[in-house]
């Protein structure tokens, strides 16, 4: 079997410690994706042609066997008796995934899988890309590993697997998210988007709508200086470090615009050219800097636990009424809210959750959260084992089951009519603002966002740019010095992928 050999996945971190030490430490996501062999959203669900592999390259079979496929990565019949999967979940979404887990288990289907928390999805990355023979046989990462995966040839896309079908109908924004050259890489499971979060009672008492939330950022702004205003919040929203990327390849695909050039990296050749000086990117930074000097946003710089905004919410003292954040908390904060333990101890009176689309230019977002890939380990019977797996997670059923309890997206239409979604929907609305967001969202290369080489690298680069605007530092040359490092970072990425 042939078979690309995995690059040493972080020399292009080791190259932005270089590039933020010798350039200085700035103060200290519109074309469609390939139609053919595809369903109606674009993108290949069906088996690829046995004379093609699924990554998009020419099969090349030995000289032996001239004119045969090459042999299958991933079994249909015979499957492994144990399997290992790497997750990166946490609190309750890593509850419910572990108790599907024990019910898979229990089911007698003839496979045992041990489930490990690896960390975020950065360090499930490094450690994959540390080891070569315990390495799992399902790994969870998010898109911004996607090209990474793709370019190593260590996974197997579910099309050569049997649990193909269980993709064909992918809301089209998800399938385009984690797909290159038209074919999706990975089972997309805890699917999420950024959300704004805000507690509803406060925005009453600050003679806002809670029913009419802000859309764009003019009408965050507003919203955010009238609760200033009132006093009911000494701040309007919770700003982090997080926006750096938000600003940047969200607002791209609110607007029509490519993140990174070609296609976004879409396609079989990777994304070689960025440019994050652009007039629309310039004006978000400068935008969000004049919120923070005024005071109606409330600047923490990073935001490590994912819940440091959050607590702004409930402090009366120095806190905020509303913040961007991840449409995956809704389902805990809703449970830790329920429990009382933030109702105010002199009135009594509880926060009220509500939460709502990010505001910004145009309308949508990129997917967030992540998605199971199937580890190429030469034994196709783990392959195989771990298809079944990810294929019963992404079922409508036990699906449906996770998202109604997370706040994570229903990643097709047909979960909508489970009972356990539609009573957790009717119980705690703001669970479906992220499948509101993406339901209708199209398939193409804008709204999938970049699949570039260096992710995690290039998110990192976009949080320290943010935050040296934020210090002062000009955003026009900010943005311009990280173009620069960032399309170095690509650069150095391209020159690594194996031919």
Same mark, same amino acid.
């Given at each position: 079997m #042939? ?19 010798t ?6 996501e ?6 053919a ?9 069906s088996a ?10 020419? @099969? ?24 290992? =999967?790497?997750?990166?979940?946490s609190?309750d979404?890593? #509850? ?6 024990d019910? &898979? ?12 928390? #690896?960390?975020? &999805? ?11 023979d ?15 995966l ?9 099309i050569e697997?049997? +649990? @193909?079908s ?11 998210? %984690? ?11 805890? !699917? ?5 979060v805000?507690?509803a009672a ?9 029913a ?9 702004? !507003?919203?955010?200086?009238q ?6 919040? /000494? ?7 997080? %926006?750096?990327?938000?600003?940047v390849t969200?607002h791209n ?20 050219? $960025? ?31 994912? *819940?440091?905004?959050l ?5 009366? =003292?120095? +806190? @905020?009424?509303?913040? !961007?954040?991840t449409s ?19 009135t009594?009176?509880r926060?009220?959750?509500?939460a709502?689309?990010m505001?910004?230019p145009g #309308? ?8 199971f ?32 309890f ?13 009972? $356990?979604l ?7 609305s703001?669970l ?12 193409d290369?804008?709204?999938?966002? /970049?699949?570039?080489?260096?992710? %995690? ?7 320290e *740019? ?6 002062g ?8 010095? @990280? ?12 020159a690594t992928i194996?031919?």
């Amino acid at each position: 079997m #042939t078979h690309r050999t995995w690059r040493r996945l972080f020399p292009a971190g080791m190259a932005v410690a270089v590039f933020m030490a010798t350039a200085g430490c700035q103060g200290a996501e519109n074309d469609p994706l390939p139609s053919a062999n595809s369903d109606a959203t674009g993108t290949t669900v069906s088996a690829p042609p046995d004379d093609s592999l699924s990554n998009g390259e020419s @099969a090349s079979a030995p000289s032996s066997s001239v004119g045969t496929s090459p042999p299958p990565r991933c079994a249909d019949d015979e499957l492994a008796a144990e399997i290992v =999967v790497w997750h990166a979940l946490s609190n309750d979404s890593e #509850t419910k995934l572990i108790e599907l887990v024990d019910r &898979y288990n229990a089911m007698g289907a003839g496979v045992t899988v041990e489930l490990v928390r #690896t960390g975020n &999805y950065f360090e499930s990355l490094a450690r994959f890309a540390s080891v070569s023979d315990e390495r799992p046989d399902l790994l969870m990462v998010d898109a911004r590993g996607l090209r990474d995966l793709y370019d190593s040839g260590s996974v197997i896309p579910p099309i050569e697997c049997s +649990g @193909a079908s269980s993709l064909a109908d992918l809301l089209p924004v998800i399938a385009s998210t %984690y797909s290159i050259d038209g074919v999706v890489q990975s089972f997309p499971f805890n !699917v999420s988007v950024p959300a704004l979060v805000f507690d509803a009672a406060l925005f009453r008492a600050a003679g806002l709508d809670p029913a009419q939330p802000p859309r764009t950022l003019a009408d965050l702004t !507003v919203a955010a200086q009238q609760i200033v205003e009132s006093g009911v919040a /000494p701040h309007g929203f919770v700003a982090w470090d997080g %926006y750096g990327p938000w600003l940047v390849t969200h607002h791209n695909s609110r607007i029509g615009e490519l993140s990174g050039l070609p296609d976004n990296g879409r396609k079989v050749e990777p994304v070689t050219e $960025v440019d994050f000086a652009t007039p629309q990117i310039v004006e978000s930074f400068e935008w969000l800097r004049a919120r923070i000097e005024d005071g109606s946003a409330l600047w923490i710089g990073g935001n490590p636990s994912g *819940t440091d905004d959050l607590l702004r919410l409930v402090d009366d =003292v120095g +806190g @905020a009424a509303m913040t !961007v954040t991840t449409s995956a908390v809704v389902g805990d904060l809703s449970r830790v809210l329920a429990a009382g333990a933030f109702d105010d101890p002199a009135t009594g009176v509880r926060p009220e959750l509500a939460a709502a689309p990010m505001p910004g230019p145009g #309308t949508g977002s990129l997917v967030g959260g992540g998605a199971f890939f199937v580890v190429d380990n030469g034994d196709p019977s783990r392959a195989g084992a771990a298809a079944a797996l990810a294929s019963w997670l992404t079922d409508p059923a036990q699906h449906a089951e996770f998202a109604a309890f997370t706040g994570f997206s229903p990643i097709r239409e047909a979960e909508l009519g489970e009972p $356990v979604l539609q009573d957790a929907w009717a119980e705690t609305s703001p669970l479906r603002v992220a499948f509101d967001v993406l339901a209708d969202l199209p398939a193409d290369a804008v709204r999938a966002g /970049p699949a570039w080489g260096a992710g %995690y690298e290039i998110d990192r680069l976009l949080f320290e *740019t943010l935050t040296a605007v934020v210090e002062g530092s000009d955003p026009l040359e900010s943005l311009q010095l @990280a173009t620069d490092q960032a399309n170095t970072l690509l650069e150095f990425y391209n020159a690594t992928i194996p031919d």
